[in-house]
């Protein structure tokens, strides 16, 4: 499982293994069957002498409803698999009491009544979300006194960094993945990396550039294609983006209509270009995009 993990992105280019960090998220949030099940072990919560909650092995001489009481099991590992369990959500960061606090003290009239309907709908994990999201977009909503500790829970936020994030995303498979369970669709013009990254919509071509940026600065050699079967400049085009690999073969990695599919390795850009257009008599094509962002 472990050298499994370590084949994702290019060890000697990446800050860190994302798969590994992802592992030790699950038993961060104490997790503990789905981390069991990826290591292969049986792990069950209990007590140390102190009566604090730690997670420990079931020792084959415990009582357990299960009738083998072997402390090993087959793993069940997958890259999805641990995306899946993983990258699901935040942690909880600030305070139930702080985060209300926060919200009570909001400055203008128009957020605090948006933010009483939501306390009414929303768990607290949502209500952090949210006031983080608003602070990287309009800080001055919000008590000047409550500033610092926003910015702490920014800072140790899994998600909500740019950079923090992209550091995350270094290989083909993490970038796919983050595209399909992150971004929705939205048909306007394309924006750039840092815009798409925050306000998580997209179309073909803000996708595109969003992986490109993602895979050129974990190291690899990145390509941006785009085809034309009509001169509709919404429905008769579409970009896709992925790596070069060393045999020259591309990799497409942003395929994005919606959802996202990696496919190749191509060998020639006449099926590349097929595989963009849906089999669709291409009238054109270019590297790079027909309508690129108006900003970065």
Wanted: hydrophobic share 35%; charged share 25%.
């Amino acid at each position: 499982m472990f050298e499994a993990m370590n084949e994702i992105g290019i060890p000697e280019h990446r800050k860190y293994c994302a798969p590994l960090q992802a592992l030790f998220w699950l038993i961060q949030d104490e997790k503990m069957c789905i981390s069991g099940m990826l290591l292969g072990l049986k792990i069950n919560k209990g007590t140390d002498k102190n009566g604090n909650c730690r997670p420990h092995l079931i020792s084959k001489m415990e009582p357990t409803s299960e009738p083998n009481n072997s402390t090993r099991h087959d793993q069940d590992y997958s890259l999805e698999k641990i995306l899946n369990a993983a990258w699901d959500n935040e942690s909880l960061l600030m305070q139930r009491s702080n985060i209300y606090q926060i919200i009570n003290r909001i400055q203008t009239q128009s957020e605090a009544e948006e933010y009483a309907f939501l306390v009414k709908r929303h768990e607290d994990l949502d209500l952090q979300s949210y006031i983080m999201d608003d602070f990287l977009k309009k800080r001055e909503i919000f008590d000047v006194n409550d500033w610092q500790q926003i910015e702490t829970a920014i800072d140790q936020s899994r998600w909500k960094t740019f950079l923090t994030v992209a550091d995350r995303l270094n290989s083909p498979e993490l970038v796919s993945y983050y595209i399909n369970k992150k971004l929705s669709f939205r048909k306007t013009p394309a924006s750039g990396v840092y815009f798409t990254f925050f306000d998580k919509k997209a179309q073909c071509t803000d996708a595109a550039y969003f992986a490109q940026f993602m895979l050129r600065r974990a190291g690899y050699k990145t390509f941006m294609r785009s085809v034309k079967w009509d001169d509709d400049p919404w429905d008769g085009l579409h970009t896709g983006a992925g790596i070069i690999l060393e045999d020259g073969r591309y990799l497409l990695v942003s395929n994005y209509t919606g959802i996202n599919s990696m496919s190749g390795p191509f060998s020639c850009l006449e099926s590349l270009d097929q595989k963009l257009s849906c089999g669709r008599k291409i009238i054109d094509r270019i590297w790079g995009a027909y309508y690129p962002p108006r900003y970065y």
